[in-house]
């Protein structure tokens, strides 16, 4: 079945360092994948997203891009802030954008 | 963006007794609501996708009977945990898909937070 799998945080990083966060999936057809963020007390909240192969998302200075060949939708950031802290979430959605598939999430930890 | 409201955000309850947690769709209309449930340090675990004026489709060992699921109109789903008990106690999140013209992209609720005494 569909499934996504991305880094086990937490990740701690100093305030301007860049940001990576690996995501993997594995799906049939072609779906349309996701970035949520968590923020302490919230709820998710759409960051970014890329409905097909080679797309980028991007938002707020983060990045991912769609690849196929690699089943990977990898998040980047290229200085992070204190105000980036949170959980962040990688998800696919099938084709008939019905069934989300979230990963386990990644903790971002951004200090001064 | 279209809104997405949960109530209570928060409740306490006694082992062996139901409660009920509402979704609502604050500025759209959502014929498919569904509901997730989220476990500390753990991703979200879709529960049961919410069918308005039908009856929910539910995700492999969830149980149907424990956790019923009401969606009455189209602003609405209710999950209502039966005979909770503490292994019940969850983060429980609804979402639902604003319409065709953004079908691929689903808005969350802030999520109630369950603790079954």
């Known amino acids: 079945g569909d499934s996504v799998t991305q880094m086990e945080g937490p990740v701690t990083l100093s305030e301007e360092a860049f940001l990576t966060i690996n995501c993997t999936y594995t799906?049939?057809?072609?779906?349309?994948l996701f970035w949520y963020v968590q923020y302490p007390g919230e709820g998710l909240q759409l960051l970014l997203k890329?409905?097909?192969?080679?797309d980028k998302g991007s938002n707020k200075g983060f990045e991912a891009t769609y690849r196929k060949e690699t089943t990977s939708f990898h998040l980047e950031k290229g200085s992070v802030q204190v105000s980036d802290s949170a959980v962040y979430f990688c998800?696919?959605?099938?084709?008939?954008?019905?069934?989300?598939?979230f990963g386990s999430g990644t903790k971002l930890n951004v200090k001064p | 963006g279209a809104v997405v409201s949960q109530h209570p955000s928060r409740v306490i309850c006694k082992s062996g007794t139901s409660v009920k947690i509402e979704c609502r769709s604050l500025?759209?209309?959502?014929?498919?609501m569904f509901w997730y449930r989220q476990f500390p340090k753990k991703s979200l675990m879709l529960m049961a996708t919410?069918?308005?004026?039908?009856?929910?489709?539910?995700e492999q060992g969830v149980e149907k009977d424990k956790f019923l699921i009401n969606h009455a109109s189209l602003t609405l789903s209710t999950l209502t945990v039966t005979s909770a008990h503490p292994e019940d106690s969850s983060f429980y999140i609804c979402?639902?898909?604003?319409?065709?013209?953004?079908?691929?992209?689903?808005?969350f609720g802030p999520g109630t937070r369950l603790l079954v005494l």
């Open positions: 890329a409905t097909k192969a080679d």
């Open positions: 799906a049939t057809g072609y779906p349309s």
């Open positions: 998800a696919l959605s099938d084709n008939n954008f019905n069934k989300f598939y």
């Open positions: 500025d759209f209309q959502a014929t498919t």
């Open positions: 919410s069918n308005e004026g039908s009856k929910a489709t539910y």
């Open positions: 979402s639902a898909n604003v319409g065709t013209s953004d079908q691929e992209t689903q808005y």
